[in-house]
């Protein structure tokens, strides 16, 4: 799905290339059930609930205007699937269902205590985050490291053609790490 | 889906995070026809199909080997949308229903003639190529130019985490330019 | 050199890792005798002439505000090595003495023609060129294929951090092609 | 200066480009004072000594096969402002004169007992590294933070074409982090 089908505030949003590569190392199954933690516009959330016929999304969302933006885009594309919980994690987490698969696209301020009890809920969860500071990118390394977690890191890097005159010039974009470990495939 | 789930031989594949990103781009509904010319092993065909309910994918490759490994992965993953189709585009393209999308992943024998085709069945028609090499780069942004197609360029590169002792050490794919035109949305 | 050390205006620079990668492409001698076409605000020409004992740069630029910044670089840094030609490439050439080396850093409106007269004047010369946009690509890769020349073309990306609040974020650059060919050591 | 100029056995390398970003960041004058920590093969000896007149390069460096290497490339390149100095930092450093530049390109080790030694020695030193694991990332990060030292820190990419039948290949080379701080031009 393209960013600019999404409602969008000001709210940071996943750029679509990396929400492509995000949702397919998710490895979703048709009745998974993912948390989208720190779910920003929803876009995450909406584009993963097209594949779960039976599943269900949990939209973990913290900021008030993020989470109108995550209603309104799950209004546009009739995504049934998704449950907006507003709050703040890993607190609000305990008392929803067992995920399959948990999503981490933002700040990274509680990532361990995050990380921790997804594990705990499900030691077999699969897990994606997206990692922009280098500060965040040493937490989740050592976090890996640490529990000797099999992770994938990997880092993607994409620049866009924009026209100039006649010539098509390329714009480099922000690189971005995704990071992918668990789940029952391996 | 993971490279790795895949039957291969020795015909070169689209790397995941690429097919990833390139299925993302096709913008693929339930009810679409997709030409996957130059199919290879049959990965983007078997996880474009993923999305096509009621949809259909015509994968197409001459080489014999690639067929016999599109024709392994298609069962292997029961993907009944996908018709597998032995021959050279554009002349096996012919007789085919007209299709809705087509992903061009490989070789750019005769991407021109391909691309003509593929525009007088379906004016309205969704693109997507992979292109690696500089000759190819230069071919479909000549046609864009020509055409006067407003097409997106995304210049895609990706690195992946090995472990080397105690270290995570990031190993550079090979840059990929994914391109994308047409369509209803814009 | 930092970029913020040069005198600018609003003329297009070559950024720092770009130029330490062209000039170290270059492959200068102490006695080299550089062509600078394009020189815009004269960041290449006043490095490049650091390598410069006994040799000379000629630092054409037809823009009347890009040859002012120029030489106000060339005082700035005391380069008396560089002299600065006002024209056009390729006619403004042709009184000028061989060159060695040839740097052409931006437009790609007459290429092969400055090419043409480059080798004429030096078939052995040493040419490094910079490249954004892929129509400027696909002619240098054409040239180069149909000359037979056997170049180095690298595609140097690079992205730097800054900081917001406690964190390092990475922002990307642009992709910035390197070509590369000639001279007496291959 | 080319990596197949210089004598390599296994000892690893900086690739020439990073070779050439790194040298560019370092800002070295004439009399530059340049500790090369871990000089592996002596190939950023050899070229920063090219811009040392009046200057003096310490190549630090424990493998004794990287020892002798080292001792060749100098010879070769007639860089008698190299000294080569066998052993382990940060202990081997103690005895030096005071440098106004450092380079750690290798191994993270004793990363921070080095970069504590070497601003001891000289609290307005210019010091640039080489980071490819992301474990050493995390922990020069994590030092420049703790030290409140800002830092510049720079992801660069390279990709090379090579020749397959009638095209041009880009390959993907690893990401590698030049971080840069401290000197005297700030």
Request: hydrophobic share 40%.
């Amino acid at each position: 799905m393209r960013d600019e089908w999404f409602i969008r505030g000001k709210v940071p949003m996943t750029k679509e290339e990396i929400r492509a590569v995000s949702i397919q190392k998710l490895e979703l199954k048709k009745d998974s059930v993912l948390y989208d933690i720190g779910a920003g516009t929803g876009s995450v959330s909406v584009e993963a609930a097209g594949f779960l016929e039976d599943g269900k999304v949990y939209a973990i969302e913290k900021n008030p205007e993020a989470v109108s933006l995550i209603r309104q885009n799950v209004e546009k594309f009739h995504r049934t699937q998704v449950q907006v919980v507003e709050g703040k994690a890993p607190g609000v987490l305990t008392g929803l269902p067992v995920p399959s698969h948990a999503f981490l696209g933002g700040t990274a301020g509680e990532m361990e205590a995050v990380l921790d009890l997804l594990l705990e809920k499900n030691p077999k969860i699969r897990v994606v985050l997206n990692v922009i500071a280098l500060e965040s990118l040493g937490r989740i390394v050592g976090y890996l490291n640490c529990h000797k977690i099999d992770g994938e890191i990997v880092l993607v890097q994409t620049s866009k053609s924009r026209i100039l005159g006649e010539y098509h010039m390329m714009s480099g974009g922000n690189p971005v790490y995704v990071i992918a470990f668990g789940g029952e495939h391996r």
